[in-house]
């Protein structure tokens, strides 16, 4: 199985995501890193520890993130999108934490690329702060990154503003630094799995209720994501919800599963109403692949069928 990192700010798409990973035979979690996002880092921590937990995963070492962007006070949570708990009010129900390992998250990221054997995948699907500190703070370990794939970014309209995806304008100065890379050697591959491809993906009642009559893993998933159901109802008018970073999981653990385009993006790190956008890079930049859904039912299955897995 192929490494993978997860950076994540669970979020109830973000606790799909992770169980969704955790069940791929085909990539070998070794680090996942809890950062500031949906909710503070106060509470991420602990759910991201629960939730490996309640995945039957407690060896999977558990790291500290950033509690706050690389430069600017935060100024936005999404507690109305995934509940004040950041799982749709199921956290005290899941099991005691697992224990985060001792130091910061991003010198745990280090020490897997540091004993990886293989290229690592790096899954950001959440603020980019840590990814951004790792690639600023080990240039030295580039290389051993296969490539970043980033749930965020917004081409068309965005989610906390008009232009903005919450991910990018959680940190802009740390998405600017992983996304707006100078070619060749020092740069990694990123893949960026935008807003719109995630909303293309959305989850029908009938995913949702194959996922919880799978087994209790699959039962608390579907639990959390009722509410979150009802905000889509709500917000978009749709019974549908869009598993954002489960879609970029997914092109983790089997590569192709989305279809990239090359283009060279960069972030407004600017404080008009445009701060956060993702906006045309100037010529020279390395490009991104930012990746689409041809084929969404493909997609949905591809997801379902890994998280209905037996362990
Ligand atoms: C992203 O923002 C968060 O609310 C979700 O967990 C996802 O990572 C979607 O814009
Ligand atoms: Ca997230």
Known sequence: PRPLIISTDPGVDDAVALVLALRSPEVDVRAVVATFGNVGLDATLPNTGRLLALAGRPDVPLGVGAARPLVHRRERRAGHVHGSDGLGGRAAALPEPVVPVAGAG??????????????????SIGPLTDTAILLAA?????????????????????????????????????????LAQDPGEGSVPVALVPLETTLGCAAGPEWVAALGDAD????????????????????????????????????????????????ALTVDTGFGPARGASVPAEPGTRPVDVLSAPDVPAVLDAALARLTARP
């Open 106 to 123: 991003v010198a745990l990221m280090a020490r897997v690329l540091e004993e990886a054997t293989e290229p690592v995948t790096i899954a």
């Open 216 to 263: 209790p893993v699959g039962a608390e998933l579907a639990a959390m994501i009722a509410p979150y159901m009802r905000f889509y109802r709500e917000r978009y008018g749709r019974d549908a919800v869009a598993l954002h970073d489960a879609t970029a999981l997914l092109e983790c653990v089997a590569p192709g599963s989305l279809t990239p385009t090359p283009t």
């Open 138 to 178: 080990r240039p030295d370990l580039v290389g051993r990154i296969e490539r970043v794939v980033v749930m965020g970014g917004a081409i068309g309209g965005g989610n906390v503003t008009g232009v903005a995806e919450f991910n990018v304008h959680a940190d802009p100065e740390a998405a600017h630094r992983v």
